[in-house]
T-cell receptor, first 117, second 114 residues
Framework: NAGVTQTPKFQVLKTGQSMTLQCAQD?????MYWYRQDPGMGLRLIYY???????DKGEVPNGYNVSRLNKREFSLRLESAAPSQTSVYFC????????????????FGEGSRLTVL | KNQVEQSPQSLIILEGKNCTLQ??????????LRWYKQDTGRGPVSLTI?????NTKSNGRYTATLDADTKQSSLHITASQLSDSASYIC?????????????FGTGTRLKVLA
């Protein structure tokens, strides 16, 4: 049971380079999320997708784009990487829960550690 | 302003001892609160969920409490083990500006020593 799979696990970029972080879940969840985790801060939402075909901005979307390719896959793209984007990125999907979406559980991937030089 | 505050930031205890982690939130309206455990280099994993009507819930050696009136939650770990060394993150599901979202605390880093 793989759950949420992220690739790559580690990446080093130079300023201005582009890359895509891949995420796939095998739990048939509708909602998927991309977060970043920085020292001393809580996880911050970059983008989310409530269902296949829809995406919405979170609290820190600048410098990122996303694609909900199908129900399983949700990718995050950095078009022109900046040192401020050095972070650990987590993809998550959400179960529905017993009383609608609000009690659903977030299932996280293992994280992608990105360094921008 | 961080709407979910956790304390302490870090904690060191000896194996076999108990400890309690705190989470205070100002999120309103409130839907539920989850405690997640994050091992070093891994993604967070849910330990327990507390809804508005629940006061206490246990998951093995982990016991979570919720006081919705004072907007406080605690996670008590009994008879700690080396494998409990991790960050513990409090996550509140609530509404800001009419949209429900997850609001994350910054976590408590627990180190259990032999």
């Amino acid at each position: 049971n793989a759950g949420v799979t992220q690739t790559p696990k580690f990446q080093v970029l130079k300023t201005g380079q582009s890359m895509t972080l891949q995420c796939a879940q095998d739990m048939n969840h509708n909602s998927m999320y991309w977060y970043r985790q920085d020292p001393g801060m809580g996880l911050r939402l970059i983008y989310y997708s409530a269902s296949e075909g829809t995406t919405d901005k979170g609290e820190v979307p600048n410098g990122y784009n996303v694609s909900r390719l199908n129900k399983r896959e949700f990718s995050l793209r950095l078009e022109s990487a900046a040192p401020s984007q050095t972070s650990v990125y987590f993809c998550a999907s959400k179960s529905e829960g017993s009383s609608g979406g609000n009690t659903g559980e977030l299932f996280f991937g293992e994280g992608s550690r990105l360094t921008v030089l | 302003k961080n709407q979910v505050e956790q304390s302490p930031q870090s904690l060191i205890i000896l194996e076999g001892k108990n400890c309690t982690l705190q989470c205070n939130y100002t999120v309103s309206p409130f839907s539920n609160l989850r405690w997640y455990k994050q091992d070093t280099g891994r993604g967070p994993v849910s330990l327990t969920i507390m809804t508005f009507s629940e006061n206490t819930k246990s998951n093995g050696r982990y016991t979570a409490t919720l006081d919705a009136d004072t907007k406080q939650s605690s996670l008590h770990i009994t008879a700690s083990q080396l494998s409990d060394s991790a960050s513990y993150i409090c996550v509140v599901r609530g509404s800001t500006s009419g949209t429900y979202k997850y609001i994350f605390g910054t976590g408590t880093r627990l180190k259990v020593l032999a």
